[in-house]
């Protein structure tokens, strides 16, 4: 069985600070890809990140990091210099190239609540 | 301007009715997808199509059925046998030529369903 755990239910924190939001995923397979969706208010997620199984080096996008350590199975998410804006659901999904198709594990989210 | 189109934003039901949910993109992705969110959790599959007039069943299909007609849309038939509808509804689609798809999702603003 394959999942993805967002063990953080909800980050409050104050502008200017730096959030990390935690994703652990099982998977048995060797090639799987692994996202991060950032979902506002509004709705409609938005798309962040994608990174491949094969790919460990961390990237950086801005305030946006990503540290993915295979040998532990996570992906954490670390936005740095907190804004207002930033407030939102973040969910890590997983994605397995075993699966017949393109399915989307998703984990359960971690809302990011950022106070001026 | 590309993207996704859900409609209606809110869409309210009766007990015992069938409503139809519309999705329209106009990327020219080959790959469409229908999720179903419910409060504090992630995204559950309902149905997926990668080609027109071809479809298979999510995670959590009883209850709705859906159409692909046309490559640029994909509606959602929550039919009266679903016993708790009310939720939020996501579409979403991507590239994909055959086989297992990779890419990231794009997903729609969402409509959120309420049954009275």
């Known amino acids: 069985a394959q999942k993805v755990t967002q063990a953080q239910t909800e980050i409050s924190v104050v502008e200017k600070e730096d959030v990390t939001l935690d994703c652990v995923y099982e998977?048995?397979?060797?090639?799987?890809?692994l996202f991060w969706y950032k979902q506002p208010p509004s709705g409609e997620l938005v798309f962040l990140i994608r990174?491949?199984?094969?790919?460990?080096q961390n990237e950086i996008s801005g305030r946006y990091s990503w540290n993915f350590q295979k040998s532990t199975s996570s992906f954490n998410f670390t936005i740095t210099a907190s804004q207002v804006v930033d407030s939102a659901v973040y969910f890590c999904?997983?994605?397995?190239?075993?699966?017949?198709?393109?399915?989307?594990?998703f984990g359960a989210g971690t809302q990011v609540v950022v106070t001026p | 301007d590309g993207g996704i189109t859900q409609s209606p934003k809110y869409l309210f039901r009766k007990e015992g009715q069938n409503v139809t949910l519309s999705c329209e993109q106009n990327?020219?992705?080959?790959?469409m997808y229908w999720y179903r969110q419910d409060p504090g959790q992630g995204l559950r599959l309902i149905y997926y199509?990668?080609?027109?007039?071809?479809?298979q069943k999510g995670d959590i299909a009883e209850g709705y059925s859906v159409s692909r007609e046309k490559k640029e849309s994909f509606p959602l038939t929550v039919t009266s046998a679903q016993k708790n509808p009310t939720a939020f509804y996501l579409c979403?689609?991507?590239?994909?030529?055959?086989?297992?798809?990779?890419?990231?999702?794009?997903f729609g603003p969402g409509t959120r369903l309420t049954v009275l």
């Open positions: 979403a689609s991507s590239i994909a030529s055959s086989g297992p798809s990779y890419n990231e999702q794009f």
């Open positions: 990174r491949n199984s094969f790919d460990e």
């Open positions: 999904a997983l994605l397995m190239t075993t699966d017949s198709w393109g399915k989307l594990q």
């Open positions: 199509s990668q080609i027109v007039n071809d479809f």
């Open positions: 990327l020219n992705h080959d790959a």
């Open positions: 998977t048995r397979d060797t090639t799987y890809y």
